[in-house]
Nanobody, 128 residues
Framework: QVQLVESGGGLVQAGDSLRLSCAAS????????MGWFRQAPGKEREFVAV????????YYADSVKGRFTISGDNAKNTVYLQMNSPKPEDTAVYYC?????????????????????WGQGTQVTVSS
């Protein structure tokens, strides 16, 4: 089992910045990738970004590319999501996820089914 705990959410004004953190514990040695998803009220949970520990490959959703940056420290089992220039439409609960599956194509981690473990989520609200 892997436990994931997100932190760093809150209220931010559009154009400011916010950094989310996700700390993993437990059987983290079997984790190949860690990602971020988000879910706005009344909408499906959607992919945001992923980092694959092997090779450090990164993949972003088009909606956040150029504004958000995912990074991580494999030794500390921690992944971050730096949110720059957030917009009101970025308002959502942000979830961290961990995958025990290896995909050669990092874009495959854009699917929810690629992940085995999920955090409880942290609320991000962007005011205009």
């Amino acid at each position: 089992q892997v436990q994931l705990v997100e932190s760093g959410g809150g209220l931010v004004q559009a154009g400011d910045s916010l950094r989310l953190s996700c700390a993993a514990s437990g059987r983290t040695f079997s984790t190949y990738a860690m990602g971020w998803f988000r879910q706005a009220p009344g909408k499906e949970r959607e992919f945001v970004a992923v980092i694959r520990w092997s090779g450090g490959s990164i993949y972003y959703a088009d909606s956040v590319k150029g504004r958000f940056t995912i990074s991580g420290d494999n030794a500390k089992n921690t992944v971050y999501l730096q949110m720059n220039s957030p917009k009101p439409e970025d308002t959502a609960v942000y979830y961290c996820a961990a995958s025990n599956l290896f995909y050669y194509s990092v874009s495959a981690y854009g699917a929810k089914l690629a992940y085995d473990y999920w955090g409880q989520g942290t609320q991000v609200t962007v005011s205009s």
